[in-house]
């Protein structure tokens, strides 16, 4: 166990939950995952195990057969698996913030259906908000909705969805204009319909086609792919809630777990470059000694502990304040822009004391180096999380007339 990023106070049960996940990191993750991602093979074995061990249900509460466990453990989890291999808790993580808005806002018959074979890793989630012509603009979206009868048709390109191709259910943000009058506000007059289809690539429904996996720098072996609608139809019973024009902000709590989720991730990442920075220079020796007892060394080294230390305590805050039922935005976005920051930072430094050999694709240190700016635009970019940031904190530091 790392003397960094410990987390006090979790359960017997969490501690046995992160334990099994550890060693199953260590022995089934770290061993393949530079080859697999180096090949962009999905991790088909990795997955496999990951369903036995359910986690695709750890957050699925009990009654629909999953775990019932708490963002804080979700989190903790990410971070063990993103410290082996940040693209598997992608696969993870699109399904798991699936699952949580029906779990959150969908009908009984939706939570019913869906959760139950959810949490078996029967039925694989993805959610799709961005376009080719937006990223973090969510209110800027086109692709629409129009009512047919008992059915709703919808047109439009979406784009980034992560695990698009392997998920057999999509939660995708459309514009509805159904019984909003003209002059109402975007953000009201969005949808989130869940799509079922089959797994695959090409045509995986009648209007609804999965072009193909998009050639990433990093983040391989998960795909990610464009969403093209046309003329595709999905009952009105698959209008998540039932409601339409909750869209919006149906989808803003699910990314606001899933930026929790991010930070998890950069906390894994980090963690991982420090291990293998602070063991490559006790071994790496220069003029007569181990690089490690070199000052300018020292310095790396007691930086990029600091920053993996407090990106992990800001982390768990960020999940402990949303699992008490509080609003957790800013701490949230706090929680992944520094993450992600400090992961880019203690990468680069793993990378600079790793020297020549950092730049080798036989070291891990190349992969984690390509990896981590994922993160930095990933669930909206660090621009956008300051921008939530900056007005969250003018609204709880408003000047009193």
């Known amino acids: ?52 061990l359910g986690l695709f249900g750890l957050m699925i509460p009990e009654e629909y057969g999953g775990l019932g466990e708490s963002l804080l453990t979700y989190a903790l989890c990410v971070e063990e698996i993103s410290r082996g291999w940040m693209s598997v808790s992608g696969i993870i993580n699109t399904h798991f913030i ?35 012509g937006l990223g973090s603009d969510v209110s800027a979206i086109t692709s629409k909705a129009v009512k047919d009868g ?22 995708v943000l459309v514009r509805s204009d159904e019984g909003h009058p003209e002059g109402t506000a975007p ?3 969005m949808t989130t319909f869940l799509v079922e289809k089959e797994p695959g690539f090409g045509e995986v429904r009648p209007g609804l086609t999965v072009p193909g996996k998009i050639d990433k720098m990093g983040y391989k072996g998960v795909d990610t792919t464009e969403l093209i609608m046309d003329g595709l139809r999905v009952p009105a ?40 920075g602070v063991t490559y220079a006790q071994q790496r020796h220069t003029f007569g000694k181990p690089i490690a007892q070199h000052q300018a060394i020292q310095f790396k080294l007691a ?12 982390m768990v805050n960020a999940a402990r304040k949303k699992d008490s039922g509080e609003r957790n935005d800013l701490e949230a976005g706090m929680a992944k822009y520094l993450a992600s920051e400090y992961c880019k930072e203690v990468v680069e430094d793993s990378f600079r004391i790793h020297g020549g ?6 070291y891990e240190i190349e992969r984690l180096y390509r990896e981590a700016p994922m ?27």
């Open 1 to 52: 166990m790392s003397r960094l990023a410990e987390t006090y106070g979790l359960t017997d049960v969490q501690q046995e939950i992160l334990s099994t996940v550890r060693d199953f990191v260590d022995k089934e993750i770290i061993p393949v995952a530079t080859e697999l991602e180096h090949r962009d093979e999905y991790p088909q074995a990795i997955v496999d195990g990951l369903k036995d």
């Open 98 to 132: 699936v699952a949580y808005m029906i779990k959150q806002h969908g009908t009984q018959e939706q939570k019913d259906h869906f959760l139950p074979r959810m949490a078996l890793g029967e039925i694989r989630g993805a959610f799709s908000m961005s376009e080719p």
């Open 375 to 401: 993160l930095l635009i990933g669930e909206g970019t660090a621009e956008i999380q300051k921008m939530i940031i900056g007005r969250r904190l003018l609204e709880e530091y408003r000047l009193q007339n």
């Open 237 to 276: 019973d698959r209008v998540l809630g039932g409601t339409t024009g909750r869209g919006f902000y149906q989808m803003m709590d699910g990314v606001e777990v899933g930026r929790v989720n991010v930070a998890a991730r950069g906390c894994g990442v980090a963690r991982r470059a420090f291990e293998l």
């Open 303 to 314: 930086e990029m502990g600091t920053k993996v230390e407090a990106a992990h305590a800001m």
């Open 150 to 171: 008992d059915a709703y048709v919808l047109d439009g390109q979406k784009m980034w969805l992560t695990n698009g191709g392997t998920s057999s259910l999509v939660a």
């Open 357 to 362: 050999y950092g730049f080798s694709k036989e």
């Open 187 to 189: 953000h009201k007059s």
